[in-house]
């Protein structure tokens, strides 16, 4: 976390406010879905440097807690969705093809790129309920991971037949 974000976060003032937004995006799609928390669209610069517009939406996040645990996601609502969510998750599913949001946290005051690092989930699970989606992310569980990775059976080693 960089040093003005921390002083923000420790220090609870209204000189700073912190700007989360959220990318959505998959190779079956036109292009990215960019949301901002808010009621105003923003221009806001990505880690290339490129300033791009992110959507407002009314949304609610649950950041994965920063502990040791094994299953780390990332949980977000948005609300007052339209069609066009369930049509992008349809397309994902009809192409097989994995959705990944990207979380980035900005500072009021400076707009020009993230505060801190961004970082990337893939999605897990989703469901639409009227106007809301709700959608969860998670990380990579290295815990849950076999060793080795390649597991012998009779279709990748025939002779484990005859032993």
């Given at each position: 976390?960089?040093?003005?974000?921390?002083?923000?976060?420790?220090?609870?003032?209204?000189?700073?406010?912190?700007?989360?937004?959220?990318?959505?995006?998959?190779?079956?799609w036109?292009?990215?879905?960019?949301?901002?928390?808010g009621?105003?669209?923003?221009?806001?610069?990505?880690?290339?440097?490129?300033?791009?517009?992110?959507?407002?939406?009314p949304?609610?996040?649950?950041?994965p807690?920063?502990?040791?645990?094994?299953?780390?996601?990332?949980?977000f609502?948005?609300?007052?969705?339209?069609?066009?969510?369930?049509r992008?998750?349809?397309?994902?599913l009809?192409?097989?093809?994995?959705?990944?949001?990207?979380?980035?946290?900005?500072l009021?005051?400076?707009?020009?790129?993230?505060?801190?690092?961004?970082?990337?989930?893939v999605l897990?699970?989703?469901?639409?309920?009227r106007?809301?989606v709700q959608?969860?992310?998670?990380?990579?569980?290295?815990?849950?991971?076999?060793?080795?990775?390649?597991v012998?059976?009779?279709?990748?080693?025939?002779?484990?037949?005859?032993?």
């Open positions: 976390m960089s040093t003005l974000l921390e002083q923000v976060c420790a220090s609870g003032s209204d000189s700073d406010v912190v700007i989360d937004t959220l990318e959505l995006s998959c190779v079956a036109p292009g990215p879905i960019r949301l901002v928390q009621y105003f669209d923003m221009l806001l610069g990505l880690e290339s440097g490129e300033m791009v517009t992110f959507m407002a939406a949304m609610a996040l649950v950041l807690s920063r502990n040791n645990s094994p299953s780390q996601s990332l949980t609502a948005i609300d007052n969705v339209t069609g066009e969510a369930q992008r998750l349809d397309l994902a009809e192409a097989n093809q994995q959705v990944r949001v990207t979380f980035r946290r900005y009021n005051s400076d707009r020009s790129g993230p505060s801190e690092r961004p970082f990337s989930t897990l699970s989703g469901a639409m309920k106007q809301t959608l969860t992310g998670g990380f990579m569980n290295l815990l849950d991971w076999a060793y080795p990775r390649r012998y059976d009779l279709n990748f080693a025939p002779q484990l037949a005859y032993l």
